[in-house]
């Protein structure tokens, strides 16, 4: 990434090795669908889901949170202050569920049978309700989206139709996605005995609301630290701070459910004498909770891009991610007699849908008003003459 | 009503019959290992695959005077609560309170693997090497019997020698278990007998079909030590919180929205009567 901001004005390097990536993204999808998931997978009966359900589901559709903490947060607390990211979060957010969508349909054996959920509903499997909030939130996404398309073709009726339903739309996809975390949570209810009892609990689709609802708005310091410098969009310190508050707030809640669980469930011994599982619980709390708490309510940390960009960070990769990788792969019991790590074609795919939802972030901030100051520049740079600024 | 089977460990001789009977009936091709090992004693390396619905597990336990050979048939244990069913998206898999059989319909199946992950016991399977790959697992041979013809019982209880599997309804199956155990301790002047006194099965995560009596702790043969409670429990519970968690959702949002807009309103207006 930082080699992409450094070279942007000589040589577009980031889009020469994204286009590369997703290239051979779609070289693997034709093995893919050619040979069969066996083919190029190392997935087994021992271990039936891997990478792409542990990053591009699990930890794909919590980093997807920002659209609808930060359509919560301006929409619904009408807190204005935060106004200037929401489009940018919800177009995260929208290009992040295309990608669960499309690795989905690269995991399912039979993808081209998906239709079949809809006239076989099993109303008792949590996937039954994680498969619809996917297919009603990314709609929801995408009219939530539709304003920056309208305002920038000018179509007033549409802008008008969508203007009116926008605050039901935005309650409807809060309802929608934050049931969309917790379920994928209640997936893993039935894994009682597979599941580390350090990760086991009835409350698990709790523990995945409220981290998802912490990493919204941390995705969107991270990614408005990176996208002020590749595109310029500089977002204010007041904005990364109050973010920061929200989220070390959040994360406060978190960590006293995490360990009032453990506490609960009488396993406190568990955290001192299990290992290695130990480890990583201290590793993702101590790491990924604990120290973002601390770094956000530091004054010089807050005054610090830097210092805000790397709590946001700890949090992303050690407290949602890694946490998602535990409970869906690492401490998840594999069959006796098995072993897994992701063969090469599976991190291809996983790192070329990423690929491919990067460049279609640029070309969207490009063409569309997702964020003001940059599409007036824009505006000017590219038809000689200021257009009429969109009004979002 | 239901079936089960009981496996009887102290009859088994480990002649694998049974597992020949159901490569036969279900038409599953062998699987020669590439690499012959003998990790796991006599039995190599076996597993339920795609091609192999059952294996007889081998273990040595114990040394010298103590030494004996154990054994345990390993297949779908076709739960009475089955973790496969709740969590299968599509209903493909499904439990007939008729027969007790778990059985799994490729018709709706859209290949998500869910099943796989949920099952407590390690037991569906999928066709890896298949282009358009189904799950595949042990039917209770439920395309073989009927309630009516119950002499047709499952493929690998026909060829059992010894009757260390025995067919017939559950409840039958548990009381006779417990005769046995019963009656062997009785016979035993040390009041022990020969069996461990346990039904595996029968209350394992909610209770199973396919119930063991062995002359070991199930556990040493790699069965996996469960609770009573039913895998499924916590998810069906989480997924009957559903409605009303999105009505509270829904009724928090929405007055949350009125209340921050009428302040910001209340607001807006005091700053207009101050400009005024």
Known sequence: MKEMIETKKKFPWGTLILSALAFLCAGVLVQRYVYGLGAMTNMSDGRGWGLWISFDLYCGVALAAGGFTLAAIVHVFNMEKYHSVVRPAILTAFLGYLLVVLALLVDLGQPWYIWRMIFNPNIHSPLYEVGWCVMLYTAVLALEMSPALFERLKWRIPLRIIGFIQIPLIIAGIVISTGHQNSLGSMLLIMTHSLDPLWYTPIIPALFFVSAVAVGPAMVIFEGTLSGGVFGHKISREVFTGLGRIVSGILVVYLIMRVVDVAVAGELDRLFNSYPQNVYWWIEIVGGVVLPIILFNIPKVQQSGKGMFIAALLYIVLGLSLNRFIVSSIWLVIRPGYTYFPSWQEFAVSIGLVAWALMMFQIAVRLLPITKQHTEEEAKSEHGAPEATPAS | ?276
């Open chain 2, 1 to 276: 009503m239901a079936y089960g089977v009981l496996f009887d460990g102290t009859r088994c001789i480990g002649c694998r019959a049974c597992s020949v009977a159901c490569k036969s009936w279900n038409e599953n091709p062998a699987v020669i290992e590439k690499t012959p090992s003998v990790e796991g004693g006599i039995q190599g390396k076996a597993v339920v695959s795609d091609k192999t619905f059952t294996f007889m597990r081998y273990k040595e336990i114990g040394e010298g005077d103590d030494f004996k050979w154990a054994f345990a048939k390993i297949q779908c244990m076709h739960c009475l609560k089955p973790g496969c069913e709740t969590a299968c998206i599509v209903g493909a898999l499904h439990r007939s309170s008729k027969t007790g059989a778990v059985t799994y319909d490729q018709s709706k199946c859209i290949g998500c693997r869910y099943c796989m992950v949920a099952c407590p016991f390690g037991i569906p399977t999928y066709q890896w090497e298949e282009r358009m790959p189904w799950i595949r697992k042990c039917t209770f041979c439920s395309n073989r019997w009927n309630e009516e013809e119950l002499d047709h019982v499952p493929a690998c209880v026909t060829a059992c020698p010894t009757r260390a599997l025995q067919f017939g309804e559950r409840d039958g199956l548990i009381a006779e278990a417990h005769r046995r155990i019963d009656e062997s301790k009785a016979a035993d002047p040390a009041g022990v007998g020969k069996y461990v006194d346990h039904v595996y099965g029968e209350k394992e995560v909610g209770g199973t079909a396919w119930m063991y009596i062995s002359s070991v702790d199930m556990t040493e043969l790699d069965m996996p030590k469960l609770s009573e409670e039913p895998v499924t429990k916590n998810a069906r519970t989480a997924m009957g919180t559903l409605p009303y968690y999105a009505t509270g959702m829904l009724i928090l949002m929405a007055s949350i929205y009125f209340v921050t807009k009428r302040k910001q309103k209340i607001a807006a207006g005091k700053h207009e009567e101050k400009k005024g």
